[in-house]
């Protein structure tokens, strides 16, 4: 009788020691498939999975992430070749279109010059008018190309935040004047220093002051903190977190400002991520709030 207890646990036993080493096999092929998955995503690589276990399930379950993985590469391969394709084309119609639009208008304004009525002079003005936004248009298409290109280097160097805040500011005194707007500003005495580009950063801030300037109900509050935080705000009634919340997005425009093809906060948005920094737009009370930190 004891033999038979005894031949009973040891079988028992066992078949505990063949489970737990089926349960370390499949742990070990789980983890393999874990390790690559996440390598063949973030590496563009067609390559596929591969465990050592002999498993069918696992092999089977191997293959099906396979076949997935092959989707995705496919996918973001055309994604991605139709973004540069995408970027390319905007370069060189805007880049086409900036030499003859700058012709028309020196041409517009020496017609000023001239003698003529006043209706001409209207339609001049109209015609001007137009001809300077479309020129604008084109130049914020063609700097978003450039900032968006994964080829295009900052150079970082040790620059003063507080002075260029300030150059930028003054930069667009006319044209806040022009709308009525006079900010309140509030820069440390102590100098806030990082490794930023400098055109890049002017670029930032000057975007984020001409949003401003759409979106504005009067007022428009300035302040760079000491620890590098950089936040612009203004009560802006007509917004709603929805479209607060799309405001980075390229292309993506407010109905309530149609002179700009919604550029400018996705350049912003883009430079300040190139340089190691985070952007974000926050909305309450009627208030918007855009902070940049680096």
Not at 95 to 100: A, E, I, S
Not at 132 to 146: C, M, S
Not at 257 to 286: C, D, F, H, Q, W
Request: glycine share 4%.
């Amino acid at each position: 009788m004891n033999g038979w207890i005894w031949l009973m646990m040891i079988g028992f036993i066992m078949v505990i020691m063949m489970l737990l080493l089926k349960i370390f096999l499949l742990k070990k092929s789980a983890n393999e498939i874990k390790k690559a998955f996440i390598e063949k995503t973030e590496q563009h690589t067609n390559t596929l999975i591969r465990i050592s276990s002999h498993d069918t399930d696992m092999k089977e379950l191997a293959a099906a992430i396979n076949t997935q993985l092959q989707i995705f590469h496919q996918s973001r391969q055309k994604f991605e070749h139709g973004d540069l394709e995408l970027k390319e084309a905007i370069t060189n119609i805007s880049h086409d279109l900036r030499t003859p639009l700058t012709a028309i208008y020196g041409y517009l304004t020496l017609l000023h010059n001239d003698s003529c009525s006043e209706t001409e002079k209207t339609y001049l003005s109209a015609i001007e008018d137009r001809t300077k936004a479309l020129k604008q248009l084109t130049e914020e298409l063609f700097h978003y190309t450039i900032a968006s290109s994964d080829t295009e280097e900052l150079s970082l160097e040790k620059i003063n935040i507080n002075g260029i805040l300030e150059n930028t500011i003054s930069s667009y005194y006319m044209v806040l004047k022009q709308h009525k707007i006079i900010p309140q500003i509030s820069i440390p005495d102590k100098k806030v220093e990082r490794l930023l580009n400098e055109n890049a950063l002017s670029r930032v801030i000057g975007n984020i002051i001409s949003n401003a300037i759409k979106y504005s109900d009067g007022d428009f509050m300035i302040s760079l903190s000491a620890d590098g935080t950089l936040c612009f705000s203004n009560h802006a009634a007509e917004l709603t977190e929805i479209q607060v919340g799309r405001l980075f997005d390229r292309f993506y425009t407010v109905s309530s400002a149609r002179k700009s093809i919604g550029l400018g906060l996705s350049i912003a948005k883009t430079l300040t991520e190139k340089m190691g920094g985070t952007i974000t737009a926050s909305y309450a009370n009627n208030i918007l709030t855009i902070c940049v930190k680096f």
